[in-house]
């Protein structure tokens, strides 16, 4: 997967919903795509390439295990505690990565 790719999908599977109360930056470092940064705020996406001088979270992985993570096809504790994510900074927000990006994309 591109990182094009990478970023439509996770644009089209963002819900604004769950996002309503969240105001943060992630910064993904993924192992087979260029780096970028994603802000939510309130609701809105953005995503962006490169790093974010300070994000509120940053995660290092594959897209694979990314793309698994906000499909529910893996647990998110199970991924870091196998070494299959590493998170830097607020746990808490990358729990909620599965929550931010469920909206299905039948």
């Known amino acids: 997967m591109d990182d094009d790719q990478l ?3 996770l644009r089209a599977r963002f819900d604004t919903e769950a996002a309503e109360t969240v ?3 992630y910064q993904f470092d993924l192992d087979d ?3 970028y940064h994603m802000t939510i705020d309130h609701g809105s ?3 962006q390439p490169g790093r974010h001088p ?3 979270v940053t ?3 594959d897209t694979t295990t990314l793309m698994k993570l906000v499909r529910k096809e893996l647990n998110a504790m199970q991924a870091l505690l196998t070494g299959k994510v590493k998170v830097k900074g607020d746990i808490g927000l ?3 990565l599965p929550k931010l990006f469920g909206k299905s994309t039948v």
């Open 7 to 9: 970023i439509a999908k």
């Open 23 to 25: 105001s943060a930056v």
């Open 33 to 35: 795509v260029d780096d």
């Open 45 to 47: 996406l953005d995503i």
């Open 54 to 56: 300070e994000p509120s």
């Open 59 to 61: 995660i290092s992985s």
């Open 94 to 96: 990358a729990s909620r």
